[in-house]
């Protein structure tokens, strides 16, 4: 290289501050939700909330502006939407700006089902009217009626179903090869969350965020005994019987570990998540009185409980006890529900409009004194 080019400064980025996350289920996406908020929280920006009482925006409909609220006042001008909806490009590109970076998470469709099938037992008939995970594998078709679609949704390629596509489609390749390349075409980047902390650093790289800005405590997991071991028969059925989320898993993970490649590669991938690992040990030791989640039985403060369902032990943390004021704040955001921290960016964002209802004890009593 001649001396002169080697004068020029890189270019530094901008990070970027239109961001839409489409939060898919039983992905770690309530984890990524919490990244979402509190870097809109540091940026000051404006967060697509679902409207009224919902947590949501809309789902298990298909997404549509109205949904958002203060959409009909606030029109174009959101930066940041990460709420469970179902994908719908055109309307969402009525609240989100020309520039806004789309990105979703996906997760390999064996352990996401049996995820799935422990925290939606209750909910889904066709999980409901089963044993256990193996029994409704063993022959899903007998526990999996077509008429009670709706309630069934995540009992079958569920990923499928909230891109916006119809989760009991036949699996022709014609079919899954548009509708990959229709993905493709709407999104930036398709994280693997069984990947999860070398998908927070290329989307640090993709957004030209900071380490801290994908800095996270694992939210919303559960305990390990409250997982039902698959049979390698159970494995395989998966395959056939979510073909759809299959291929979609399949082909997306291929083109996560070429991303990375082409853009980080390997050696600084291995060790910007070093990074990451020490800097959240780092902020585990700062926050917690436990250096690890706990049981929903040993949540000390009621109001930092995740929402509990399905037979599924959903974990939280216990802050350590005299942090000062702004730590406090700081560990408070980490460690803070899907729930409540929308209902708290709900309180901020639309002071006049009645609080969304959680049934559980406030954080702040004031939430003004941010």
């Known amino acids: 290289k001649s001396h002169e080019e080697l004068l020029i400064p890189p270019t530094p980025c901008h990070a970027k501050t239109n961001v839409m996350f489409l939060k898919t289920h039983k992905t770690a996406s309530s984890t990524v939700l919490n990244i979402m908020f509190r870097f809109a929280e540091r940026y000051n920006l404006t967060v697509a909330l679902p409207a009224d009482q919902l947590f949501h925006l809309g789902y298990p409909r298909t997404f549509v502006a109205h949904f958002v609220e203060g959409f009909e006042a606030i029109g174009q001008n959101y930066n940041i939407m990460c709420n469970h909806m179902r994908f719908n490009p055109l309307e969402v590109k009525k609240v989100m700006a020309a520039n806004t970076f789309y990105f979703s998470i996906l997760r390999n469709p064996i352990p996401l089902l ?33 008429a009670d679609y709706r309630e069934n949704i995540y009992a079958r390629n569920i990923m499928w179903f909230d891109f916006g596509y119809d989760n009991n489609a036949e699996d022709d390749t014609k079919y899954t090869q548009a509708i990959l390349e229709e993905i493709e075409q709407n999104f930036h980047l398709i994280l693997i969350a069984d990947y999860f902390d070398e998908s927070m650093i290329l989307l ?131 460690v803070m529900p899907e729930l409540q921290y929308t209902s708290y960016l709900y309180a901020v964002q639309h002071p006049h409009k009645k609080r969304k209802e959680l049934g559980l004890p406030l954080l702040w009593t004031s939430l003004q004194e941010k």
């Open 114 to 146: 049996e995820s799935s099938y422990i925290y939606y037992k209750n909910n889904v008939p066709a999980f409901r009217s089963s044993r256990n995970v193996n029994e409704f594998l063993a022959s899903p078709t007998e526990y999996y009626h077509p």
């Open 204 to 334: 640090k790289h993709a957004l030209c965020w900071d380490l801290d800005d994908v800095i996270y405590f694992k939210l919303n997991s559960r305990s390990q005994d409250t997982v039902q071991t698959l049979t390698p028969e159970s494995e395989e059925q998966i395959k056939a019987w979510c073909s759809l989320d299959w291929k979609l898993y399949l082909h997306f993970n291929q083109s996560f570990w070429r991303r990375i490649e082409e853009t980080i590669g390997l050696e600084v991938l291995e060790k910007e998540v070093d990074h990451l690992r020490t800097r959240q040990k780092e902020l585990m030791a700062t926050c917690l009185s436990e250096q690890e989640a706990v049981g929903k039985g040993h949540i000390r403060n009621k109001a930092l409980l995740p929402f509990q369902s399905g037979a599924a032990n959903i974990l939280g943390y216990n802050l350590k006890q005299d942090l000062d004021n702004r730590t406090l704040r700081t560990c408070q955001k980490m």
